[in-house]
């Protein structure tokens, strides 16, 4: 490779680094993430068993089940997937008591530029844990899970998801109204200005 070729390729490499830096979580991530985040405190370290995480991979089970395992993958030997209890693993079942994704006004990112979103999830989960062909319980609990971040709301694009419906509400004045304040604040700048230049 030769020293241009070796330039171009880091220039190349720089810019798309940048890019993928410049991206937020994506929603499904941001439900991965903060699942996992959460479990990791409910459950102690059994390194020395298997654990297989009764679901289906479908929709928002999938991302929830997706985020038990990423969280309790330090914890046991292997984390597995299935639609049936294992007779030789440690099995965890779990109920979607509650789910709310949404979106709010955020902070202000200045004059004229309106508002950030700000993104907020919130999930309650029912986790029961039994053993092997008897299913002998070996732990139960809820799991609240909190999330919140800030995003512009030019990012909605990136981060909205295209498969799971409750990842991709429609944000709050996405609607011909998100246009009226800054318009109103143009008009009233613009008079002000009129007036300030007419009295001189």
């Known amino acids: 490779m030769t020293k241009s070729e070796l330039t171009a390729a880091c220039v190349f490499w720089g810019a798309a680094s940048s890019v993928a830096l410049a ?16 479990i990791d405190s409910l459950i102690p370290s059994a390194a020395d068993a298997t654990l297989n995480i009764v679901t289906d ?30 007779s030789s693993s440690d099995n965890l079942f779990y109920d979607i008591l509650g789910f709310d994704f949404e979106y709010e006004k955020g902070s202000s990112r200045g004059f004229l530029r309106g508002k950030n979103l700000r993104r907020e999830m919130r999930c309650e989960l029912r ?4 053993s092997g062909s008897y299913g002998v319980l070996r732990r139960a609990g809820n799991l609240s899970v909190d999330y919140g971040d800030e995003i512009a709301r030019s990012d909605i694009r990136f981060v909205s998801s295209r498969d799971i419906p ?3 509400i429609d944000p709050p004045g996405s609607s ?17 200005v009129y007036l300030f230049f007419a009295n001189r």
Not at 57 to 85: C, H, M, N, W
Not at 176 to 192: H, K, N, T
């Open 57 to 86: 991979s479908a929709g928002l089970r999938g991302l929830i089940s997706d985020g038990l395992a990423e969280g309790l993958k330090d914890k046991y030997a292997q984390v597995t997937f299935g639609p049936a209890p294992d």
């Open 166 to 168: 409750e990842l991709a």
């Open 23 to 38: 991206n937020p979580t994506s929603n499904e991530q941001v439900v991965i993430s903060a699942v996992a985040a959460e």
């Open 176 to 192: 011909w109204a998100r246009y009226v304040e800054p318009s109103l604040v143009v008009a009233s700048v613009g008079a002000l």
């Open 127 to 130: 986790i029961t844990i039994k």
